[in-house]
């Protein structure tokens, strides 16, 4: 302290010189102020670069695991509606197969009926219309 006015060396306050270090100062501040604005700017700029790119990466994350459900869902509904089929089409052949043995067992049934009721009310004796009962069965069943 010289007066009460601070000295910086040779620069007394009021003078050309103290003006100049004063514009030098506050150009020195105004520039880092505006390259730390700019490295913040920047700094934003990459941490919401960086979320967007996180935010893409669980879309298309959620995107797959949606279409992988999408898929697995398909397949299960194509393989029961397969097995359904498989079993409808079982079931439709072994009413057929059910139907054509009912269907032959009573036409047996009949013929043996037939056979018996005109064996019996035949003149014949009864062994030739047992004979002819057993040759008949023989037929149907050997035919």
Known sequence: MLLGYETFGSIKPGSANSIVVAV??????????????????????????????????????????????VVAVVVVVVVVAAAAAAAAAAVVVSISILAVVSISAAAAAAVVVVVVVVGSSSSSSSSSSSSRAAIALEDIFYS
């Not at 105004?30 to 700094?43: F, K």
């Not at 990459?46 to 669980?58: G, N, R």
């Open 24 to 69: 030098v100062v506050v150009v020195v501040v105004v520039v880092v102020v505006v390259v730390v604005a700019v490295v913040v700017v920047v700094l934003v700029v990459v941490v919401v670069v960086l979320v967007v790119v996180l935010v893409a990466v669980v879309v298309v994350l959620v995107v797959a695991g949606v279409v992988a459900v």
